[in-house]
């Protein structure tokens, strides 16, 4: 007897459709899975076998041969396990033909019997509905990540048997009521600007980048506050819109990393690795892709901390994924691409031992050493970074003062609405803030006065600038103009741009 059951495969954070197709010939019992099927899925073999027994049906000893539709594209992961079976009890008579023809069926078997929960669900939930499906089958534990889909009838099964049950029409299991999701679920940030005393530079630098998409080191000794600062970034970027949320939720679905009871991701991502980290990791990629660093950051702040140490090699394979947005990992059969999206936020010490330039520490490198400690991040990566400061250590005074500091939503408001007017005037050239603005669209949105023009030429000259800073220059200009509501780039906004320059002042030119 033959059967069909449909299922789901990934390709990057693309469902695509797999027919499982299952026949039950006469023969030498056997249990064959065809179709280029990796190993997790060749070894859905004994969980199947294992999964039926312990459900209290038969497995049949007979010929099975499964086929995985289409053939030419490999197939990973664990979701394949419930559809197989089902295929195998149709065919075998346990449940009734065509029963299945309107549903998508994913799910993990346990021995026992039981459904565990799959990664990637919410990409696959997404592709069922355009697919064209009606009703899905999920396994419990995914049902609260596949809720926010609309249009689609979801099931979610818990045992083997249970689904069984459904399909014989005996005890139907109930569709999952569809989630909304409400403003109130979001910004809950566990960091704060109000937790950070004084450092009102610094900040002011950091509500700028947020401002304009633009990214930014600091260079400052241990315990300045960097990493501190880096962590409240997230919170004063805009909200994430709803699609952005889904973007977001699709690759920690992807990877397995949805927590249980959260539907979807509304905060904005903050990544952090370590300067141990592989390139594969950082970028993605494996014998099995699977989305790196720069992804789980999409639409968020990837953190550098102590940059200098990165190996110079992991630093270049960012450039690419900065440049376009999205990380592409070529496999031997196909190519494929995740979306990273980030504010890429650095942190480095002035130099190895951390402590140059710092009045309160005995510090025994000269200056040469120093900015051949900066000097390593000169290159490609630089260049992609607009903003650069210093953040000296937090003053006594500030640490003890009981004044208020501005909280992360106050600054936000400001944020939000330098992003409105970047949003309107950029409509029609196709970019959402000034960190993306290019060479022509600088000359043709970045107007100066007559001011502005003198001090961008005098500092040119005196700081010896190269044509690169006065282009971030410019960006930033734009960007604090924005906070002020200015159309006009005033000559303030120059040169509080130019302070924004430290490494080229001192060590780049
Ligand atoms: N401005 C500040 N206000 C309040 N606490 C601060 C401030 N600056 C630093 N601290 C305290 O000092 C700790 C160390 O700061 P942080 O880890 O951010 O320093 P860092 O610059 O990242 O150092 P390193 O170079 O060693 O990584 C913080 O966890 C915080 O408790
Ligand atoms: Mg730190």
Same mark, same amino acid.
């Given at each position: ?13 693309d ?6 197709e ?25 969980r ?12 049949p ?5 499964i ?20 295929g195998?009890?149709?065919s ?5 033909q ?9 799910g ?22 355009e697919?064209?499906?009606k009703?899905?089958?999920?396994p ?13 009838e ?11 049950n459904?399909?014989r ?15 109130s ?28 998409g ?7 000794s ?8 880096a962590?409240r ?13 889904l973007e977001?939720t ?8 949805m ?6 991701i509304?905060?904005?991502?903050f990544?952090?690795?370590h300067?141990?980290v592989?390139?594969?990791s950082? #970028? +993605?990629?494996?014998? !099995?892709?699977?989305?790196g660093?720069?992804? /789980?950051?999409?639409?968020g702040? $990837?953190f550098? &901390?102590?940059?200098p140490?990165?190996p110079?090699r ?9 440049e376009d947005?999205?990380a592409?990992?070529?496999r ?6 995740y979306p ?22 005995v510090c ?14 000169s290159g490609?990566?630089?260049?992609r970074i607009?903003?650069?400061i210093?953040?000296?250590a ?12 501005e ?21 029609? #050239? +196709?970019?959402?803030c !000034? ?6 669209? /600088?000359?043709?949105?970045?107007? $100066?006065?007559k &001011?502005?023009k003198?001090?961008?030429r ?5 700081l ?23 159309e006009i ?21």
């Amino acid at each position: 007897m033959f059967s069909k059951v449909f299922t789901c495969a990934l390709n990057g954070l693309d469902g695509y459709l797999v027919q499982v197709e299952a026949d039950i010939s006469n023969g030498i019992p056997a249990f064959d899975i065809v179709g280029l099927a990796g190993t997790p899925v060749k070894e859905a073999r004994e969980r199947v076998k294992a999964a039926i027994n312990n459900s209290g049906y038969r497995f049949p000893m007979r010929r099975i041969t499964i086929n995985l539709a289409p053939a030419d594209t490999r197939k990973d992961g664990s979701g394949f396990d419930l559809p197989v079976a089902l295929g195998v009890l149709i065919s075998a008579g346990e449940i009734p033909q065509n029963s299945l023809d309107e549903y998508m069926v994913i799910g993990e078997l346990a021995l026992d019997g039981s459904i565990r929960r799959c990664s990637g669900l919410l990409c696959k939930a997404i592709a069922a509905r355009e697919l064209g499906f009606k009703k899905l089958m999920v396994p419990f534990d995914n049902s609260s990540e596949v809720s926010v889909v609309k249009e689609l009838e979801i099931y979610p099964v818990g045992k083997l048997s249970d689904a069984v049950n459904h399909f014989r029409g005996n005890n139907p299991i109930e569709v999952l009521p569809p989630k909304e999701i409400s403003i109130s679920q979001r910004n809950v940030y566990q960091y704060d600007f109000a937790d950070v005393k004084g450092q009102k530079n610094a900040k002011r630098a950091l509500e700028v980048a947020a401002s304009g998409g633009h990214n930014l080191i600091m260079i400052g000794s241990p315990g300045s506050g960097k990493t501190m600062l880096a962590k409240r970034l997230p919170s004063i970027l805009p909200d994430l819109t709803f699609d952005e949320s889904l973007e977001v939720t699709k690759i920690y679905s992807v990877l397995g990393l949805m927590p249980k009871d959260s539907p979807i991701i509304t905060e904005r991502p903050f990544r952090a690795p370590h300067h141990t980290v592989s390139s594969v990791s950082l #970028v +993605g990629g494996g014998s !099995n892709p699977k989305p790196g660093e720069v992804s /789980l950051a999409h639409h968020g702040v $990837l953190f550098l &901390d102590e940059i200098p140490e990165f190996p110079r090699r992991n630093l270049d394979v960012l450039r690419q994924p900065i440049e376009d947005g999205i990380a592409n990992i070529s496999r031997i059969n196909a190519t494929v691409t995740y979306p990273c999206r980030f504010m890429l936020v650095a942190a480095a010490n002035p130099c190895k031992c951390g402590y140059y330039g710092d009045p309160t520490r005995v510090c025994n490198c000269t200056f040469r050493d120093a900015e051949n400690y900066l000097a390593r991040l000169s290159g490609p990566l630089m260049d992609r970074i607009d903003i650069q400061i210093r953040v000296p250590a937090v003053k006594y005074d500030d640490l003890e003062n009981d004044r208020k500091e501005e909280s992360s939503e106050e600054i936000k408001k400001r944020v939000n609405k330098a992003r409105k007017i970047q949003h309107e005037r950029y409509k029609k #050239v +196709g970019i959402y803030c !000034n960190a993306h603005l290019s060479g022509p669209m /600088l000359r043709e949105f970045c107007k $100066l006065d007559k &001011d502005s023009k003198k001090l961008l030429r005098a500092s040119f000259d005196k700081l010896n600038l190269s044509a690169r800073a006065h282009d971030r220059i410019l960006k930033v200009a734009r960007t604090i103009a924005d906070l002020e509501e200015s159309e006009i780039i005033h000559s303030r906004y120059i040169s509080e741009a130019i302070q924004y320059r430290t490494l080229d002042r001192t060590i780049r030119g």
